[in-house]
T-cell receptor, first 114, second 112 residues
Framework: KAGVTQTPRYLIKTRGQQVTLSCSPI?????VSWYQQTPGQGLQFLFE???????NKGNFPGRFSGRQFSNSRSEMNVSTLELGDSALYLC?????????????FGQGTRLTVV | GESVGLHLPTLSVQEGDNSIINCAYS??????FIWYKQESGKGPQFIID?????DKRQGQRVTVLLNKTVKHLSLQIAATQPGDSAVYFC???????????FGKGTRLSVIA
């Protein structure tokens, strides 16, 4: 069974630009969560989508948004990029999301903002 | 590429010894806990989980202990191997489809 796939693996953008990252969950999984990982803050929750609906949202500004398609694939978008947005962005999929379910992570997209 | 913090607590162990990684979780209402392993350049990998109605669970070479009284979780790795070198995160979850909350992580370094 294929794992969680994130594309692209690496990305370099300049301040002010916008970026879209993609996540394909494990087949059959309906929940996709996004996390930002930085050296200073660790793994911070961005949002979770389940059956095309945003079910949970972390404490990030509105420049961070996401969506989920009917095939459970998810995208996240960051507009007006700032230097501080440089991070590893991880997505995790699970069947139901939330308690009692394992979440499986992709390898992440390394975003560098210059 | 580097994917985790530069100033994490570090545990160094000799190959073949047992490792114990500790985690203090934050919410007494959390009822599900997971340990993840993250190697450089990779996403976190699921190791083992435990629900709050248990205080111990064993996997292959790993044991997780849960002490709800003091909100403490530990991961024990038996006969630590060089391939166990990574950053280990605990994560907690409160019932009701809430997101996982991750700890800061501990870097395990295995000395051959």
């Amino acid at each position: 069974k294929a794992g969680v796939t994130q594309t692209p693996r690496y990305l370099i953008k300049t301040r002010g630009q916008q970026v879209t990252l993609s996540c394909s969950p494990i087949s059959g999984h309906r929940s996709v969560s996004w996390y930002q990982q930085t050296p200073g803050q660790g793994l911070q929750f961005l949002f979770e989508y389940f059956s095309e609906t945003q079910r949970n949202k972390g404490n990030f500004p509105g420049r961070f948004s996401g969506r989920q398609f009917s095939n459970s694939r998810s995208e996240m978008n960051v507009s007006t990029l700032e230097l501080g947005d440089s991070a590893l962005y991880l997505c995790a999929s699970s069947f139901w999301g939330g308690t009692n379910t394992e979440a499986f992570f992709g390898q992440g997209t390394r975003l560098t903002v210059v | 590429g580097e994917s985790v913090g530069l100033h994490l607590p570090t545990l160094s162990v000799q190959e073949g010894d047992n490792s114990i990684i500790n985690c203090a979780y934050s919410n007494s209402a959390s009822d599900y806990f997971i340990w993840y392993k993250q190697e450089s350049g990779k996403g976190p990998q699921f190791i083992i989980d435990i629900r709050s109605n248990m205080d111990k669970r064993q996997g292959q070479r790993v044991t997780v202990l849960l002490n709800k009284t003091v909100k403490h979780l530990s991961l024990q790795i038996a006969a630590t191997q060089p391939g166990d070198s990574a950053v280990y995160f605990c994560a907690e979850n409160i019932a009701g489809n809430t997101p996982l909350v991750f700890g800061k992580g501990t870097r395990l370094s295995v000395i051959a």
